[in-house]
């Protein structure tokens, strides 16, 4: 074997520190390919080692909880014997290198990690960031991620049914594609990726294994440098319809009870997914690797081992159902292997050509798996209080309806089959969450991502908790009662301290407010070194949130009716910093709005409640999120086609600040009848004031103010992303 | 009595199968049978579906793997006995690449993937399938990257003169332009039969219309077929 | 042996991605072009000499192309 | 003067779709086929000689290929 130079030592991304712990381990020098294996294993992906530390705090137990994070994928409880399955995850630098493909790869991941519990997927969602659409790459960097996604899961026949798009100069070179998947499972079918039974076949199946993002993972732990646009073996090619095999190969098989563990072949390929099944539990590994179904000629263990080919899985079968599951696997027409059996040794041994090309202890690798405690500095920020123009509020409406962030998302939604499984209600267009029925029952779930990064970058401490509760509020305007949060933490480079910094505190915003509002998380990614250049991206965390709704009566989207009377609910304190009216200014300096968790929680129960016993005096629900009052009733009105008269507030001095203002645990809620909403919002001390009235005119009307014709609202809302996709 | 049996052919990346079982078990009082397709044999003809999906991928055109499964050799052979079979979206797809029914189904006119709701007309109630709809226009869920329905200009006219056109997309008060058409399709077309008229192929979605609350015309459709059996 | 099949779309039927791709190129400023139009090619490589021209001309017409609307060529590479 | 531009996958990228069309040829019983891959080609006409292979070749670049996966060739017609 050849002799391990400083260069291929930093060529894997293994510092000296962290190549010194590897001798202690094995005692001896790792040859090339169990060096590999360490630095995948060890990369940031992979072993969290900078923020492990931090993600340990996060509460992860409640009432609903069957399993936390260290899995695949959460699971909760949603009674009946019914669970659901669910993790977000990031593809965001193979999306920037190839948006196409790195989309679709990213979805097909978080599908993967979903079906391999034994869940069956029922709706997929994203969250996506891109830069400033002036950007020359932009337009093809929206369009790719955004038929990826769709191709992907249109043709797996899983509905993606929401989801969250946002422009931003500071993504302009990083982009963000997070998705998110959520499956249905029996609670007594589910499905874990503990290794057991000296002996056991371990099972390959799916895509031949090619030569495809080798390195990959250690990839996504390395800052950008001009020179990774010509990166050419990273890109990963994903096969949608091998996809759909898979799933339904793996259900057949799981009615079988033939499997004892099953895992996904995510990042870092083989590697990760063999280690992580025998760490669980606690077994020795012999893999010979000439059996890998391969899709190249002449492909070394090196290779095979760190390879990242999609759609493939590994698991440990018993014995005795062996021929049943390779039977089911050939119908399907899927390549199925035994590549090698567990084994008593605590090792992993690795053979090629009956040869041991490798041995590796699998306890102490994974144990000693490096953990740091970052140094992190707050940044003092130079305060420039830029002098900007005051835009009319009729002007600065139009202007955000028809702006990027706030336009209808019609071009991209519609290239995703949401009605596919027949069991869609609302998706995320028609309501503050998405939301699908359990097939054949008269229950369902809602489901929504949700992130403020302006906030965020400002503070993110706050910006973080905001976002959960931004998520929870969601939940609850829908007609949920809100369960837990998947997160897909995405930052720059975490060797700066004031980037550590942003990770720590936002960790502890989502912490503080996921405590506070009982809403574990319970699945969750990491996404670093998002960052070119040395410019990064705003902390962006993206919150997944799931809920339950036990009767599909319940749910409550964007509806009004004539003569319906709407009401705010929540305090109003008019906060116009880093809000979008004063973006549209020019303005982007300031705090972001306070969040008072014990005012969130009492607002959110309040309606939670009177949504549940006096369902049928409510039309519609709506949270206020960005964009403030007016926004959120002209959202109302686009979506309905109907017009509105909205009153004025006592004060008239500060009608921008009511308008615009962000103020934070505020709800719209949409009355047909307001008497008994009035004494129980005075019973139960929430704060609710009139805001408008649903009338016969075919205008959105600010009283002494102004009117815009709705279909007007709709033209501009609809305008823009045409304009851009088309030029 | 026994019920009677309709058979649904499954291929590898079907995806509708479930949604459309559901549907005619809801509305045809018969039982629904899943052939799979490497079977040679289709016991149960009285009727047979072709679900929507994406079958192999589709891959090189959509439905022209699918082609080439035994299952369909059966369905061509009970086709000319004049077995009532019907293909949705991938299945119409499907039939077209077989050369049960004529033309193609080209890539939307805007290269992208659709997946919205459509109003369709019925456009003329002389088939078996549409003769007891009992409405004139059905608002259904298409979703389809390959929809643009194409068919040379011959045949187009004898597709026309024949009275084999069935559906049309149309605005919510059934008139049929060129704005209401979503994705290119000749004459706005949607759905139509062969010449004898015993196979119908149609791009939207009747079995994912069957409880929602934005569209249950579905049940209408399915409904319709009823005497068929 | 290989052979190279061209499949492309029959005069007469309207190529939405090529009327993209002409647009585009104006726009980027390429002057000089006056048409575009596109196709598939594959590339097959067979064993034996004696019927494989047969043989691709079969695959030909019954797989890689719609005699709808598609025409194909076979060359020998 | 038409150009033709060959479009193809670079080597040891997967090509999912080469891969299903292999399967259904063997199984439609094309025994001597061992192997297929496929590509997209485009014809351009272009109106003035000079400087034209220069442009296409920006075309071919920036529009017809993708040069992250993909390879192309320009041939004269
Ligand atoms: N930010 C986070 N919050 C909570 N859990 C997390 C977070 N990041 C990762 N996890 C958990 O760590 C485990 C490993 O995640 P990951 O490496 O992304 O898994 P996979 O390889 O299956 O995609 C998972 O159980 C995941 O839920
Ligand atoms: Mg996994």
């Given at each position: 074997m050849s002799k391990i130079s400083k260069e291929v030592i930093e060529n894997h991304g293994i510092s000296l520190a962290e190549f010194n712990m590897i001798l202690k381990i094995i005692k001896r020098e790792p040859n090339l390919l169990e060096l590999g294996i360490f630095s995948v294993m060890w990369s940031e992906h992979c072993s969290y080692k900078s923020t492990k530390k931090w993600l340990?705090?996060?509460?992860?137990?409640?009432?609903?909880?069957?399993c936390g994070p260290g899995e695949n994928a959460g699971i909760v409880d949603i009674d009946d014997g019914d669970a659901l399955v669910f993790k977000m995850e990031s593809h965001n630098h193979p999306s920037f290198i190839e948006p196409y493909q790195g989309a679709a790869t990213g979805v097909g991941g978080i599908m993967r990690d979903v079906f391999t519990m034994g869940a069956r997927p029922i709706a997929n969602l994203n969250s996506l960031r891109f830069g400033d659409p002036k950007h020359p790459k932009t337009k093809s960097l929206l369009t790719g991620v955004v038929k990826g996604i769709g191709d992907y899961g249109n043709c797996v026949g899983i509905p993606t049914i929401g989801g969250e798009c946002f422009f931003h100069k500071c993504y302009n070179n990083n982009i963000l594609v997070n998705a998110m998947c959520v499956g249905l499972v029996k609670k007594n079918k589910i499905f874990y990726s503990t290794a057991k039974g000296v002996g056991n076949p371990i099972i390959y199946v799916g895509s031949k294994t090619g030569r495809d993002g080798i390195h990959g993972a250690t990839m996504a732990s390395a800052e950008f440098d001009d020179k990774t646009q010509d990166n050419r073996p990273q890109v990963q090619v994903g096969d949608p319809f091998i996809e759909k095999l898979l799933l339904e190969s793996c259900q057949e098989i799981m009615k079988q009870d033939a499997i004892i563990a099953i895992q996904d072949m995510g990042a870092a390929g083989l590697t990760s997914s063999s280690f992580e099944m025998a760490s669980k539990g606690s077994c020795g590994v012999k893999l010979n690797l000439d059996k890998v179904p391969c899709r190249e000629e002449k492909m070394s263990p090196y290779e095979i081992m760190l390879s990242e080919t999609q759609e493939r899985m590994l698991m440990i079968i018993k014995p005795n159902k062996k021929k049943l599951t390779l039977e089911v696997f050939k119908k399907w027409g899927l390549d199925a292997v035994e590549i090698g059996n567990l084994t008593d040794s605590g090792d992993m041994e690795l053979f090629f050509n009956k040869k041991m090309v490798g041995k590796l202890p699998i306890k102490p690798l994974a144990d000693m798996s490096p953990e740091y405690n970052r140094p992190a500095k707050k940044l003092k920020k130079n305060k420039l209080k830029k002098k900007y123009k005051d835009i009319p509020i009729h002007h600065a409406l139009l202007k955000m309806i028809s702006g990027p962030n706030h336009s209808s998302k019609k071009w991209i939604y519609e290239q995703y089959d949401r009605s596919v499984m027949g069991d869609t209600l609302m998706s995320s267009e028609q309501s503050d969450a998405a939301i699908v029925r359990i097939h054949d029952t008269n229950k369902a779930i809602a489901i929504t991502c949700d992130c403020n990064p302006i906030f965020c970058n400002s503070d993110p401490k706050l910006g973080s908790a905001i976002g959960v509760a931004e998520s929870w509020r969601n939940l609850i305007a829908s007609g949920a009662e809100p369960i837990a949060i998947t997160d897909n933490l995405n930052f720059g480079n975490p060797e700066k301290e004031h980037i550590m910094f942003q990770i720590k505190e936002s960790i502890k915003g989502i912490k503080m407010a996921c405590d506070y509002l009982k809403f574990p998380v319970v699945s969750g990614n990491v996404s670093l070194y998002n960052e070119t250049k040395k410019k990064s991206i705003f902390p962006t965390p993206v919150i997944g949130g799931v809920g339950l709704i036990n009767k599909t009566e319940n749910i409550k989207g964007f509806k009004i009716n004539l003569d319906d009377k709407i009401f705010i609910i929540g305090d109003s304190y008019g906060h116009l910093e880093l809000s979008e009216y004063n973006r549209i200014c020019g303005n982007n300096d300031g705090t972001p709005p306070p969040l008072n968790l014990k005012i969130e929680y009492k607002n959110g129960m309040f309606v939670k409640k009177f949504l549940k016993d006096y369902g049928d005096l409510v039309t519609g629900c709506h949270d206020i999120s960005d964009g403030g009052l007016l926004l959120a009733l002209a959202e109302l009105c686009i979506s309905n086609k109907k017009g509105m008269k909205i009153k004025l507030p006592k004060n008239t001095k500060k009608l921008k600040e009511w308008f615009f203002g962000e103020d934070q645990s505020r709800y719209l809620l949409v009355l047909n009848s307001t008497d008994d909403f009035k004494r129980i919002a005075k019973k139960n001390k929430v704060k609710i004031s009139e805001v408008a009235i649903v009338e016969n005119t075919d205008n959105f009307i600010v009283e002494d103010n102004f009117k815009i014709p709705i279909k007007k609202l709709i033209k501009y809302n609809n305008s823009w992303y045409k304009k851009f996709v088309d030029i | 009595m026994p019920k009677k049996v309709v058979s649904i052919i499954v291929f590898p990346g079907s995806n509708c199968d479930r949604d459309l079982a559901i549907a005619i078990q809801k509305h045809l009082n018969v039982k629904t049978e899943y052939i799979w397709h490497n079977e040679a044999k289709i016991k149960h003809h009285e009727m047979i579906f072709i679900p929507g999906g994406f079958s192999f991928g589709d891959y090189l055109r959509a439905g022209i793997l699918a082609t080439k499964s035994p299952a369909i050799k059966e369905v061509i052979n009970f086709s000319k006995k004049g077995v009532p079979i019907i293909g949705i979206c991938n299945g119409f797809q499907i039939l077209t690449e077989c050369k049960l029914l004529e033309g193609s189904l080209l890539v939307n006119k805007n290269q992208l993937f659709i997946c919205k709701d459509i109003f369709l007309k019925i456009e003329n109630k002389k088939s078996i399938f549409s003769k007891n709809i009992k409405k004139d226009i059905l608002k259904f869920p298409i979703a389809h990257g390959q929809g643009n329905y194409y068919a040379s200009k011959d045949s187009l006219k004898k597709l026309e003169d024949n009275e084999q056109v069935i559906f049309r997309y149309c605005s919510n008060k059934g008139s049929v332009k060129n704005k209401n058409n979503p994705n290119g399709s000749l004459n706005n077309i949607a759905g139509i039969t062969n010449k004898k008229k015993n196979i119908l192929g149609m791009?939207?979605?009747?079995?994912?219309?069957?409880?929602?609350k934005s569209t249950a015309d579905g049940n209408i459709f399915f409904e319709g077929l009823k005497e068929l059996l | 042996m290989i052979y190279r099949v061209f499949v492309n779309y029959k005069k007469g039927i309207l190529d939405p991605e090529a009327e993209a791709i002409k647009k585009t190129a104006k726009r980027m400023g390429f002057k000089s072009m006056k048409n575009i139009s596109k196709g598939k090619f594959f590339d097959i490589e067979i064993s034996e000499k004696k019927a494989g021209l047969e043989e691709i001309r079969n695959l030909s017409e019954e797989l890689l192309s719609n005699p709808v609307i598609e025409n194909f060529k076979i060359l020998k590479k």
């Open positions: 340990k705090t996060l509460p992860t137990s409640g009432k609903r909880v069957i | 791009m939207p979605h009747p079995e994912r219309a069957i409880s929602d | -």
